[in-house]
């Protein structure tokens, strides 16, 4: 009997439960599509509760970033993280551009670009990797 309950709390504690939470953001990126109506960028990703990391679905850790106004999604492989930001109309089509920050998985690199909407496609303008630190 007494193995029996030994084997049993075995199991029990053996057997590991990750505490999974979803974390929906979303970012006002002004307007993207030159409708003269501000737009916004959604992500959702799972983290784990008790470390606080990404949960990757796929071995490539890829975020989908949706967008209002049907607006084409992009896609932004190997990140653990993104944060989205406007900037102005950076070359000249009446339209915000925005920035794209992506935590790497690479120690404290991050890789930063620069995504322009135009003719109903997205795209990357410039791309470089910076170093994050936490102050």
């Known amino acids: 009997m007494k193995f ?6 075995l199991v029990i504690l053996g057997c590991e439960t990750k505490r999974m939470e979803t974390v929906d953001k979303k970012f006002s990126i002004g307007n993207i599509n030159n409708y003269k109506e501000n737009d916004t960028a959604f992500i959702s990703l799972k983290r784990n509760m ?19 106004e049907n607006i084409p ?8 993280g993104i944060y989205i930001s406007k900037t102005g109309d ?3 089509d009446k339209a915000n551009e925005i920035i794209i920050f992506s935590r790497t998985n690479e120690g404290s690199w991050n890789n930063i670009s620069v995504w322009s909407f ?18």
């Open 90 to 92: 950076l070359n000249d």
């Open 118 to 135: 135009k003719g109903r496609k997205w795209n990357e303008m410039a791309k470089t990797r910076a170093l994050y630190q936490k102050i």
């Open 4 to 9: 029996r309950l030994l084997i049993l709390c």
């Open 50 to 68: 008790e470390t606080d990391e990404m949960e990757c679905g796929e071995n490539n850790c890829l975020i989908n970033i949706e967008f209002t």
């Open 73 to 80: 999604k992009i896609s932004i492989d190997q990140s653990l």
